[in-house]
């Protein structure tokens, strides 16, 4: 019989707890949910443990023979012993931006934290795939790949699925016509600058550019980029239903060996890196997820107009790694 996969989530947050339920729901794999405690006046909660608890009872409600825990573990590092045995461990551990706080008091702030459960997972779960989500993803991926040690096929950044998806949504309402039949891939790096290849996207087979007016493409490639901030705008929070989508889609394909295509946060060197003039960081491309995580690098063909594009969102995700490069020297020299 199959063994089912353990999927580990360090941050049972708004897209952690997500990630779980649809993991659960969908009979994926069994999941460990690690957590931090939190503390309102005297009393002290374990959330995550509540969660955990509370999704039990839902499979048992639903008939779902799927297991889950929750474990609360410390900011130093304590608690995570039961990594132990996890095939893939997602990180969406991590602070959102505050008021009154730059990009780099943040990057700084993540670095802290992605530091130590890089270190636990190293020593509990030296075999997993490790799955970034955390902000700015590229960033934390080419950190936590860096923090490990292992090799490139088993740290992947979450962004391009999503990004992607958003698109898709945005086609799929102006042509009305169902997301499944649009082909859209969205790359780079996961930000303002993110670039939408509109070149080889397609909806059941026709060019997208042959279905919609320039003008009308070009609201949806500017929603798309700002899709994150619509919903934030909405809800004063940043989004979960479609970013916990977008890790399960990755997650099912590693666990199912599919070979799913799909733009993924991923270190790039060697000849790829040489195609995509990145070498020695992370940035989102297409690449083929399987039972050993990410299998190949797609070389995507650009056109002139998004190879450009292109080069400028490398170059600002290579500005914010030179910045984390910094943060992680002077920790290392602090020690
Ligand atoms: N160890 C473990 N968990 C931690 C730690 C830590 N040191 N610090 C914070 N956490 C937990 C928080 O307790 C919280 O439950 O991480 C979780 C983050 O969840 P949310 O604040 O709800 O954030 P979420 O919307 O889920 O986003 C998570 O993904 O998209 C990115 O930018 C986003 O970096 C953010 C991450």
Request: glycine letters at 8%.
């Amino acid at each position: 019989m199959k063994m089912k996969k353990t999927v580990s989530i360090v941050g049972a947050g708004n897209v952690g707890e997500h990630v779980a339920s649809l993991l659960l729901l969908r009979n994926i794999a069994n999941v460990k949910m690690f957590d931090i405690p939190r503390q309102v006046d005297e009393k002290v909660f374990e959330p995550v443990k509540g969660k955990a608890l509370d999704m039990k009872q839902m499979l048992s409600a639903m008939d779902i023979d799927a297991k889950v825990e929750g474990y609360t573990v410390t900011p130093k590092g304590e608690g995570y012993e039961p990594l132990e045995g996890s095939d893939i461990v997602i990180i969406t551990a991590g602070f959102p931006r505050r008021p009154g706080m730059s990009r780099e008091d943040l990057l700084e702030a993540n670095i802290k934290i992605i530091s130590v459960i890089a270190e636990r997972i190293k020593k509990f779960a030296p075999d997993a795939i490790v799955v970034v989500v955390t902000n700015p993803v590229d960033v934390m991926t080419y950190v936590t790949y860096k923090l490990l040690g292992v090799p490139k096929n088993r740290v992947v950044g979450m962004a391009g699925v999503l990004d992607s998806a958003r698109f898709k949504t945005f086609i799929s309402e102006e042509l009305m016509v169902s997301p499944k039949d649009i082909h859209a891939y969205v790359i780079g790096g996961h930000g303002d600058e993110m670039v939408p290849l509109i070149s080889i996207s397609n909806v059941g087979g026709i060019p997208l550019k042959d279905l919609l007016p320039k003008d009308r493409l070009e609201k949806i490639v500017e929603r798309t980029r700002f899709g994150g901030g619509e919903i934030v705008n909405l809800m004063g929070t940043s989004a979960y239903y479609a970013p916990a989508a977008a890790i399960v889609d990755m997650i099912e394909a590693f666990v199912q060996n599919s070979k799913r295509i799909l733009p993924c946060s991923v270190y790039l060197d060697g000849e790829a890196g040489d195609y995509y003039g990145v070498q020695g960081f992370c940035v989102g491309v297409p690449v083929k997820l399987g039972s050993n995580g990410v299998e190949e690098v797609i070389k995507v063909p650009m056109i002139e107009e998004e190879r450009e594009m292109w080069k400028r969102s490398v170059e600002s995700v290579k500005k914010t790694v030179e910045v984390a490069e910094a943060i992680l020297s002077e920790r290392s020299s602090r020690e």
